[in-house]
């Protein structure tokens, strides 16, 4: 009996945990979508966007992800969606910076996912992903060349999922 107690021991406890990357060329989970973009709307609702009000903005993104074009899809996501609150906000986004009175300056430092898998064979599976944003922001005035505002912004995301058996599940928790 007791042989039967540390063959089971030995099951429950055979689980792991393994942290893999994925790039891009994978193509992005739901998981990934939802975990960065969690991370950052809450990177955007710290950040206030008054001092572009009525003014002209010019919205230049930089990134370290792959391109396959002249933008990254990341650099792009990030410059659609605060000039979307900039507009929501009062200001007007312009194509060129000579046309504009504040040169608004992002700098994506981390924009990704940790991704996390943990096993215990054949009892639970589940995964974690932690979306990551970390943003560097700088405004100019385009006509005084003075810097308005300059700030750091950085915020976590996670998503997990779990199943229980292989079968029951998912599970999904969003913080």
């Known amino acids: ?3 039967l107690y540390l063959i089971l021991i030995l099951i429950l406890a055979s689980g792991c945990a393994t942290e893999r990357y994925i790039g891009p060329t994978h193509g992005r989970s739901a998981g990934f979508q939802i975990a960065t973009t969690n991370a ?5 609702n710290k950040i206030s966007f008054d001092l572009y009000q009525g003014k002209r903005v010019y919205i230049e993104v930089f990134t370290l992800t792959e391109r396959y074009a002249e933008k990254s899809p990341e650099e792009e996501y990030i410059k659609n969606w605060i000039a979307e609150k900039i507009v ?3 200001g007007r986004i312009v194509d060129s910076e000579t046309k504009g009175d504040i040169k608004l300056s992002i700098l994506a430092r981390s924009i ?3 991704k996390t898998r943990r096993d215990l064979l054949p009892i639970y599976y589940g ?3 932690k979306g990551i944003v970390d943003l560097h922001i700088t405004a100019y005035d385009t006509k005084k060349n003075i810097i308005l505002f300059t ?4 915020d976590t ?3 997990r999922e779990a199943y229980f058996f292989y079968m029951i599940g998912p599970f999904v928790f969003i913080k």
């Open 157 to 159: 995301s996670t998503y």
């Open 88 to 90: 929501q906000n009062g």
């Open 1 to 3: 009996m007791s042989r």
């Open 151 to 154: 700030g750091d912004e950085k």
């Open 127 to 129: 995964e974690l992903t």
């Open 40 to 44: 950052f709307s809450k990177v955007l």
């Open 112 to 114: 990704g996912i940790n």
